[in-house]
């Protein structure tokens, strides 16, 4: 059924699909409308799913966890100081290989008190073992949710997902949502280590060295084959429905003497400043990252490469810049742009590209030109 | 690419407004985006809201500069905000008003939005409901088609005075 939908609706859509067994939420800007769509479906009987509202968003991580290690389906959304709050039940869904699935809507931290959009938030659960995407439209939020169950519960990942959207920008945005029944889709949930409630028995979780170490590869390991099961994930979903998505998103890249590249919204006004720059004569391309982790390999060699940053690492530089001068040995040019929710258009990244100096660090509206 | 601005006040209904034009732009088999400016606004404050429609799909997010087509839901926002800011030469102008007014030049169409919706007894709290007539008007501009306008409407408000509104808005429109 096509509509037209927020952001925020169409996760609550894609999470009505997939009708999870428990829902533990807390309301927070800018999320707060998946969650509460949500709880109407369960209030309608549409859904039928265990909908707890929580005291806090760490309880909310922490119940899901409970819900799922008996091998429920289990999801959750939050946003920024939601997400910091669960930080600590982040990192123990990961390690506990829960394969629960959250929305976040990316949102700047405080102080200064900011509801708009950056993915510093998310970015600084990058160590956590949870796997995380990036989309550029309302479509797209519901399709990614959708497939995040798939690549969650995959017994070749065992791990959390976590979908990201640009708070306002997509989750108060409104755009055409083709609104897809999921059937079978998503095969059932087997967690080869449930818990049984019928059958109680006491576990003891302290960790030795040894085990531990063993247990932090298998959890990169996971990571590892990760990447092909969401190509898989995304190959069948595109026979399935017609959509494809990638690791990356790419652009007119072909040819292209420079990239630019960035995740979210300012990923795909990326592309209208190529088009843009292309009509000037410059073969520009972009690159947008879905994908965050695993982290994807990009095709970079022999060009310039543009990338904006809406997140930063105090003390070190853009998250996003500094990733793929690591990955790829790449010298970007490094823009932060679009913190706290400032305005960036696809002029504005067009200009970007125009006086890129590669090797540099620009803030861009700040003059902070380092 | 069709790029809107519309004006209004908060709790006026100008999101659900961008919200019924992308629907009804959508149901013409076109693409559309429709989002607010959202910053620390409270009922009353002068708001805008933006929709773009285009036959391919929009991958623009940042808001519009430079629009096509200014509505403006509340008149008493001009004495505030300057309403033609950024507006292309040759765009136009959609007024909820009872008179005519210059509007430096550019072509501007009239309806007595209010006033049809206090006639259909189409009020909310007290206040009347303008998002719903305003797409009667739309249409009437060629913006979107009347069965369109009339389809986005319904499929979001039951009432069928909302329908008879936008017909009302239809008729009276004045270029």
Redesign the interface.
């Known amino acids: 059924m096509?509509?037209?939908a927020t952001g925020n609706k169409a996760v609550a859509a894609a999470v009505k699909e997939a009708a999870p067994a428990v829902v533990a939420a807390y309301p927070i800007t800018p999320q707060t409308e998946i969650v509460e769509q949500i709880a109407e479906y369960v209030s309608s009987g549409e859904l039928k799913s265990q909908y707890i509202p929580v005291e806090s968003e760490h309880s909310a991580m922490a119940a899901c966890i409970g819900a799922s290690v008996t091998g429920a389906r289990t999801f959750t959304a939050t946003s920024s100081h939601g997400l910091h709050y669960m930080h600590e039940m982040v990192n123990w869904a990961a390690g506990a290989r829960l394969p629960i699935v959250m929305a976040n809507v990316n949102r700047a931290l405080g102080p200064g008190w900011n509801?708009?959009a950056e993915h510093t938030d998310a970015f600084q659960e990058r160590d956590s073992g949870w796997l995380q995407v990036y989309v550029?439209?309302v479509q797209e939020a519901f399709d990614a949710v959708l497939m995040a169950f798939c690549i969650a519960e995959d017994e070749r990942v065992l791990l959390p997902v976590m979908v990201n959207l640009?708070g306002?920008?997509?989750s108060?945005?409104?755009?055409?949502l083709e609104i897809e029944k999921a059937g079978d889709f998503i095969p059932p949930l087997h967690l080869p280590h449930a818990i049984d409630p019928q059958n109680p028995c006491g576990y003891g979780t302290l960790t030795g060295p040894d085990d531990y170490f063993r247990l932090r590869w298998d959890i990169e390991r996971s990571m590892r084959d990760a990447v092909d099961v969401i190509r898989g994930t995304q190959e069948r979903f595109a026979r399935r429905f017609g959509r494809k998505y990638g690791m990356v998103d790419e652009y007119r890249c072909d040819d292209a003497e420079v990239v630019i590249v960035a995740a979210g919204?300012?990923g795909?006004?990326a592309?209208?400043a190529v088009d843009l720059l292309r009509d000037e004569g410059t073969r520009a391309g972009s690159m947008r990252i879905r994908w965050f982790r695993p982290f994807p390999r990009l095709d970079l060699s022999g060009r310039d490469v543009v990338v904006i940053d809406r997140d930063y690492s105090f003390g070190f530089g853009g998250v996003l810049a500094k990733s793929i001068a690591a990955t790829e040995g790449a010298r970007p040019f490094s823009v932060i742009a679009g913190l706290g929710g400032q305005?960036?258009?696809?002029e504005d990244i067009a200009g970007f590209v125009r006086n890129r100096q590669p090797g540099r660090e620009l803030w861009f509206g700040v003059n902070g030109d380092v | 690419m069709f790029e809107v601005r519309i004006h209004s006040r908060g709790g006026q209904g100008g999101v659900t407004a961008?919200?019924l034009l992308?629907?009804a732009a959508?149901r013409d088999g076109k693409?559309?985006?429709?989002?607010?400016f959202?910053g620390a606004e409270r009922r009353g404050a002068p708001v805008v809201s933006f929709v773009r429609i285009d036959d391919a799909?929009?991958?623009?997010?940042?808001?519009i500069?430079k629009p096509d087509l200014v509505i403006v839901l509340d008149p008493s926002v001009m004495d505030v905000v300057d309403v033609l800011q950024g507006l292309k030469p040759g765009g136009r102008v959609l007024l909820n008003a009872r008179e005519r007014r210059d509007m430096k030049g550019y072509p501007t169409f009239t309806v007595d939005l209010t006033g049809i919706a206090l006639r259909e007894k189409l009020e909310v709290a007290g206040s009347p409901i303008l998002n719903t007539p305003v797409l009667g008007a739309l249409a009437k501009m060629g913006i979107v088609t009347m069965e369109s306008a009339k389809s986005a409407i319904t499929?979001m408000f039951s009432d069928p005075r909302n329908v008879s509104a936008a017909e009302a808005a239809y008729r009276e429109l004045v270029a």
């Open positions: 096509l509509t037209v509801i708009w550029g439209s640009d306002f920008l997509l108060h945005t409104m755009q055409p919204t300012l795909r006004e592309e209208v305005e960036v258009t696809y | 961008a919200r992308a629907l959508v693409y559309a985006t429709a989002f607010p959202y799909p929009i991958r623009i997010s940042s808001q500069k499929e």
